[in-house]
């Protein structure tokens, strides 16, 4: 059974406009959460993470929410840029003990200029 | 160069021939991971090392052998290749173990198997 859930394969935005990608999990242990990004031929990168005690992570155009009691976290990317065309994965992981993370499927993010 | 990098980047093979990916890192991390990227699976961890000469299963194992005898190398062996093991391999390496130690990826091998 996935742990970590993207339920949406792929998402298309235009250029300047809000990108909004969601992940779910399902395993109340996990408290720490990542997002990574991935241009083809090239290995997943670190894009953002947080942890369980917030429930907003912000880097740049870049922004992670997570709701705990629904079991769901999102990425918010303002203002979308065509090289934010990608896929993104997200990832948790219980941090207080050695855990490997759990990836999700990925979401392929277009946009559109 | 410092960094991660994986060899070869492209392999074809055939059912039941024995296949190493390799993986060198120049950080002196502790942590080597060895993912798999398939379609409508995403990343699934395959083993994983903690330091030279521990190593342990991840999600995904089977038909799959590691060693470390060296930090900086990871290799991974197919002992008898399969068509499901026809997949994206991504090494990856972490100075520690916790999740908020981030792991660095390598470019990747795409492995065919015939």
């Known amino acids: 059974d996935q742990q970590v859930k993207q339920n949406s394969p792929s998402l298309s935005v235009q250029e300047g406009r809000i990108s909004i990608l969601n992940c779910d999990y399902t395993n109340s242990m996990f408290d720490y959460f990542l997002w990574y990004k991935k241009y083809p031929a090239e290995g997943p990168t670190f894009l953002i993470s947080?942890?369980?005690?917030?429930d907003k992570n912000e880097d740049g155009r870049f922004t992670v929410f997570l709701n705990k009691s629904a079991k769901h976290l999102s990425l918010h990317i303002v203002p979308s840029q065509p090289g934010d065309s990608a896929v993104y994965f997200c990832?948790?992981?219980?941090?207080?003990?050695?855990?490997?993370?759990?990836f999700g499927k990925g979401t392929r993010l277009s946009v559109i200029a | 160069d410092a960094g991660i990098t994986q060899s070869p980047r492209y392999k074809i093979t055939e059912t039941g021939r024995q296949v190493t990916l390799m993986c060198h890192q120049t950080?002196?991390?502790?942590?080597m991971f060895w993912y798999r990227q398939d379609l409508g699976h995403g990343l699934r961890l395959i083993y994983y090392?903690?330091?030279?000469?521990?190593?342990d299963k991840g999600e995904v194992p089977d038909g799959y052998v590691v060693s470390r005898s060296k930090t900086e190398n990871f290799p991974l062996t197919l002992e008898s290749a399969t068509r499901s093991q026809t997949s994206v391999y991504f090494c990856?390496?972490?100075?520690?173990?916790?999740?908020?130690?981030?792991?660095?990826f390598g470019p990747g091998t795409r492995l065919t198997v015939l």
């Open positions: 950080w002196s991390h502790s942590y």
């Open positions: 990856a390496s972490s100075e520690g173990g916790q999740s908020t130690d981030t792991q660095y």
């Open positions: 947080i942890s369980s005690i917030k």
């Open positions: 990832a948790a992981s219980a941090e207080s003990g050695n855990t490997p993370l759990v």
């Open positions: 090392s903690a330091a030279a000469d521990i190593t």
